[in-house]
């Protein structure tokens, strides 16, 4: 009976105990947390707490508020849309400038080498002549009796008065054949035999002495009223026109009787384009020095650019060279005396 009566009485006290426990749990779960605070930077680099504790009042130990601890949604800011704004731009142009129009004596020039190429390449010389001349920036360099000169369009003015004759005149016309064969295939090429009057290389003296008058001394012939000299061409050097310029020259016939310096001059700057270089050569010489400066000045002076001039002075016993001297030096040229030495070696 004692035994039943101690087991009942711990089996209470076990029940009494468990309730006690579960109820002082539940008050500890219950109980009021306190609120964490929020903080932001302050002015002086410190964290300022920023929670409102005066609505709230001290915790209310009777009545316990649970907390939510669920995170608050995140509030997303609206999207920016970035515009740029392109403002339109008028587009410029750089034109080309527009060249001025060239002069008569150009636009002959071009006339010339563009007929000078279809000859030239007509005659053999093909491409490359234009590439001999190329190498030399367009200009042929040309070497006669030892004077050296460069030229796109060169004159030779060739005395073939009556002293002319003989040994010398050989040995001139084999040097003049000789440089020909040294220029680059496409130079432009003029021969022009003079005395008291001027005619070209496929001309002779006796043919076209009735166009020409004298007018008073040696030195001082025109052309007759009414008469008209063929018109100086540009020859392109090729093999088949020196050939052609080489039989011209070799059946030249002397014109006795005048040394007129002016007719060459005169004759030559009648080719279009004019030439930028010439070679004079002479035995004779002249007398009024003044007039026939003047007018190979004039005539010389119908170029944009004036040609330069070589001279050339066959030794005379009855005359000086200086006015030869002054025309090359005048025009920017070389004066050479041709003596028995040069003729014997040019270079």
Not at 22 to 51: K, M, N, Q
């Amino acid at each position: 009976m004692l035994r039943l009566a101690g087991a009942r009485f711990l089996t209470v006290s076990f029940l009494f105990h468990a309730v006690a426990v579960i109820l002082l749990g539940g008050v500890v779960l219950y109980r009021s947390l306190p609120e964490t605070p929020d903080f932001i930077g302050g002015s002086d680099g410190s964290l300022v707490d920023t929670t409102d504790n005066s609505a709230s009042g001290p915790p209310d130990s009777a009545e316990a508020v649970p907390q939510d601890f669920t995170p608050p949604t995140p509030t997303l800011a609206p999207p920016v849309t970035v515009l740029t704004t392109i403002a339109p731009q008028t587009p410029t142009f750089a034109l080309p400038t527009t060249p001025s129009a060239i002069t008569s004596n150009e636009a002959d020039a071009v006339k010339s080498a563009m007929a000078s190429l279809g000859n030239h390449q007509a005659g053999g010389g093909g491409m490359a002549g234009m590439g001999a001349m190329g190498r030399a920036g367009g200009m042929a360099r040309i070497n006669f009796f030892g004077m050296k000169a460069e030229g796109r369009r060169i004159a030779f003015l060739v005395d073939y008065s009556g002293s002319m004759e003989g040994e010398f005149r050989r040995e001139m016309e084999e040097e003049l054949e000789r440089s020909l064969k040294g220029l680059p295939n496409g130079t432009q090429m003029l021969i022009i035999p003079w005395a008291g009057g001027a005619w070209l290389y496929n001309e002779v003296a006796t043919d076209i002495a009735g166009k020409w008058e004298k007018k008073g001394g040696f030195d001082n012939f025109a052309v007759r009223p009414g008469e008209k000299l063929a018109k100086p061409e540009w020859v392109p050097v090729n093999a088949d026109n020196i050939r052609k310029l080489t039989k011209g020259i070799q059946a030249q016939k002397s014109w006795a009787g005048g040394t007129d310096w002016r007719s060459p001059f005169r004759y030559a700057m009648e080719a279009n384009p004019p030439p930028d270089t010439i070679f004079f050569m002479t035995d004779g010489q002249i007398g009024d020095t003044k007039r026939t400066f003047d007018d190979i000045d004039l005539a010389l002076k119908k170029s944009p650019k004036v040609p330069k001039v070589f001279a050339l002075w066959i030794p005379n016993k009855t005359f000086k060279a200086d006015p030869l001297k002054t025309l090359a030096e005048k025009y920017q040229g070389e004066f050479r005396v041709v003596d028995a030495a040069a003729k014997k070696n040019p270079n």
